[in-house]
Nanobody
Framework: QVQLVESGGGLVQAGGSLRLSCTAS????????MGWYRQPPGKQRDLVAL???????NYADSVKGRFTISRDNAKNTVYLQMDSLKPEDTAIYYC????????????WGQGTQVTVSS
């Protein structure tokens, strides 16, 4: 069993910045990819950003140029730097780790609330 623990959420004004952290209870090399998802109130959970073991990244169109995902393998931590925040970025942000294949698995964090005021 792996635990993913998010931190760094909070309340920020539009145009501000936040950095989310996701720390895993074991090496993040055990995942092929780690990502951040978000779920606004009353809506579905969608992918925000993804980073692979090799360092490749992928972003939702709505956050390109504003958000940056990165990883610190030594700290078993993945970050999401969020700049130029907008009210529509308000959501619960979840960390996710995925191992693909027939013996694959995935884990979710408990979520952290991000609220952007106008």
């Amino acid at each position: 069993q792996v635990q993913l623990v998010e931190s760094g959420g909070g309340l920020v004004q539009a145009g501000g910045s936040l950095r989310l952290s996701c720390t895993a209870s074991r090496s993040i090399f055990s995942f092929d990819a780690m990502g951040w998802y978000r779920q606004p109130p009353g809506k579905q959970r969608d992918l925000v950003a993804l980073i692979t073991t090799g360092g490749s990244t992928n972003y939702a169109d709505s956050v390109k140029g504003r958000f940056t995902i990165s990883r610190d393998n030594a700290k078993n931590t993945v970050y999401l730097q969020m700049d130029s925040l907008k009210p529509e970025d308000t959501a619960i942000y979840y960390c996710h780790g995925l191992r693909q294949g027939s013996r694959g698995y995935d884990y979710w964090g408990q979520g952290t609330q991000v609220t952007v005021s106008s």
